[in-house]
């Protein structure tokens, strides 16, 4: 069974994003700041990050850029999603190795779809 870690600090989006993917099969696992992210992550093995871009403690480059430094691009695939529009910060993400980004609004049903395609390879 293929393990998530989802981090938003909306906690009533955690709890859509974990009954749609569990729902789906997936086993996971939601938290609300960037730290307690990073401690699992260092704690744990996931197949998956799926994050929110804007977050209160700091933005998905800012993520990127600290996954990058203490566990290195192979440690777990990151998914972000996010409402921002910007051409540029899409971009930067998956330079960083980000290997998706999903623009809301979305359904749960393309939610699904894309996550499962990201974890069959």
Known sequence: M???????DDPVN??????YLCKAGFEVITV??????????EQEVFDLLISDFV?????????M??????FGS???KVVFFSSEDDRAVRQKVLEL?????????YTN?????RITSLLQN
Do not use: C
């Not at 850029?65 to 203490?70: P, S």
């Not at 049903?109 to 779809?113: G, W």
């Open 14 to 19: 955690n709890h859509i994003m974990e009954y």
């Open 97 to 105: 190795g980000a290997v998706a980004w999903i623009s809301k609004p």
């Open 109 to 113: 049903t393309y939610f699904i779809k």
């Open 55 to 63: 977050l209160q403690e700091m933005n998905g480059v800012d993520l």
């Open 2 to 8: 293929k393990r998530i870690l989802a981090l938003d």
């Open 74 to 76: 192979d440690r777990i």
């Open 32 to 41: 609300n700041n960037t730290q307690e992210a990073l401690h699992l992550i």
């Open 65 to 70: 850029n600290i996954l990058l430094n203490r």
